[in-house]
């Protein structure tokens, strides 16, 4: 793993098309903008299981049924700072 230490404002620039700016540090949080295409998955590292395992579950409901599409949706809003992934494939 490769540990850097930024200031706000301050990027990180990963490949040729993904970047993250230090919006804010307060305390021990830090807020973070991440700029990156749409196919690529960004999702916090909390909710990767649970995304994981979702996936990974056998289609047993009949399609008018069918789940939302965001496995996250429940949890935007419910926690300052929770956000649905932006896409989940």
């Keep these: 793993m490769l540990v850097l230490s930024r200031k706000t404002g301050q990027e990180l620039v990963i490949g040729d ?6 919006n804010r540090v ?3 949080r830090v807020t973070l903008g991440i700029d990156a295409p749409e196919e690529v998955r960004i999702m916090r590292g909390e909710l990767e299981p649970i995304v994981k395992s979702f996936e990974t579950k056998p289609k047993t409901t009949a399609p008018e049924e069918a789940a939302p599409t965001s496995i996250a949706a429940p949890w935007v809003g419910h926690e300052e700072g929770l ?7």
């Design 17 to 22: 098309n993904i970047r993250i700016t230090v």
């Design 26 to 28: 307060s305390g021990n």
């Design 83 to 89: 956000h649905a992934p932006r896409q989940l494939h």
